[in-house]
């Protein structure tokens, strides 16, 4: 007995195309809350069946450009880096060696972004900074007198990636801006790991708070070299303490600080899933990236 094999789907290749020419569309005629004609109208438009619209409009969707529901039209989403953080957090969990990748790219948006913050920041980014470096230090004093306590590093990290976006704003440049809203999960990922790091040096939160403080100190003064020696610094600690985690002696050192940091890692982790920390942060905090990786 014979299979019917089911029909190629011959919609894609053109779907891709409608995509690409509604993508030009979208973006030069349209502005966020605008809603699209029906799929319909649009079918018609770009002279392709329904079916073949349906797609295009999908992968718009999908590229962050459209929210999509059942039964009503398409509207223009105002743009974010919510595309971009999941690339880049897919990235990090399939591969934990994409950490240095990451380091990477901080160390040269990072250095760029305090070093125009100095230059020209703006109050409303400056106010934001302190606002995150305030969460930052109660975070770590809550974490201080409850020990290794889940919530209070998730609160923690949260707050440190928004103090880095923060210092984007305050930049003046609009793209900077767009690339470390889109970094904030990938970010709060790498800080579980590099605070892995911190704990083998004797270091705690509070610690890294100090070094945020001095950094926000720089560009509110407006020392630009100040600011990027502070903030190169940090991103140089930031891949030594990464190193440290991740390296064969503090996960398998007979000094049993591999087992406690295994411990705490997957503490942190079962807090974040079972919605024991702050709710906001519950569903996108969560520290996937495993202690057991090694890096060479």
Known sequence: MFMTMPAPDTSRPSAISVADRLTQHVLGTMTPGMRLPSEADLAERYGVSRVTMREAVKMLAGRGLLDVARGRRAIVRQPDGSVFAEFLTSLLRSDPKCLFDLIQVRRSLEVQSVTLAARHASRAGIMAAEAALDRMRAAAAEAGRSGADPAAQTRFHQADADFHEALALSSGNRVLSYLFEGMALPLRESFYASHRGQQL????????????????????????????????????????????????????????????????????????????????????????????????
Not at 241 to 252: F, G, M, Q, T, V
Not at 263 to 292: I, K, Y
Request: proline fraction near 3%.
């Open 201 to 296: 040096r004797g270091l705690s939160l509070a610690d890294s708070v100090t070094a945020h403080a001095h950094i926000l100190a720089c560009v509110s003064s407006g020392d630009v070299k100040g600011a990027s020696d502070a903030m190169s610094k940090l991103i140089d600690d930031a891949e030594r303490d990464i190193r440290a985690a991740y390296s064969p002696e503090s996960l398998d050192g007979g000094d049993g600080k591999g087992d406690r940091l295994r411990r705490s890692a997957a503490s942190v982790a079962s807090s974040a899933a079972d919605g024991r920390s702050d709710g906001a942060l519950s569903n996108t905090a969560s520290p996937t990236l495993s202690a057991n990786k090694r890096f060479p």
